[in-house]
């Protein structure tokens, strides 16, 4: 079992910043594929960023050159670094992990958050 508990989520003005931490417990950190959904009100759930057990990261289209995901296996925590936000990118996020970042990608993910809400002020 795997556990995530997302934090760092808050309020901010459009062009801001916010990162977000998701602690993961288990041994099969190091060996797992992490990443990051979010959901806006009234709208599905959408996929944004993932980072493989090598480092290997991809991100949606919308958060390129913004978002960064990056981890740290020492400490069991993945992160996302999130610049020049956007009233757009206000959702709950939630930090997921699996085997390998296809299934995060599809939204298959075996495990998931409680997520942290990001709001943008504009």
């Known amino acids: 079992q795997v556990q995530l508990v997302e934090s760092g989520g808050g309020l901010v003005q459009a062009g801001g910043s916010l990162k977000l931490s998701c602690a993961a417990s288990g041994r099969t950190f190091s060996s797992s594929a992490m990443g990051w959904f979010r959901q806006a009100p009234g709208k599905d759930r959408e996929f944004v960023a993932t980072?493989?057990?090598?480092?290997?990261?991809y991100y949606t289209d919308s958060v390129k050159g913004r978002f960064t995901i990056s981890r740290d296996n020492a400490k069991n925590t993945v992160y996302l670094q999130m610049n020049s936000l956007k009233p757009e990118d206000t959702a709950v996020y939630y930090c997921?992990?699996?085997?390998?970042?296809?299934?995060?990608?599809?939204?298959?993910?075996?495990?998931w958050g409680q997520g942290t809400q990001v709001t943008v002020s504009s």
């Open positions: 997921v992990a699996d085997a390998g970042t296809y299934n995060i990608r599809a939204g298959l993910a075996d495990y």
């Open positions: 980072i493989n057990r090598f480092g290997t990261t």
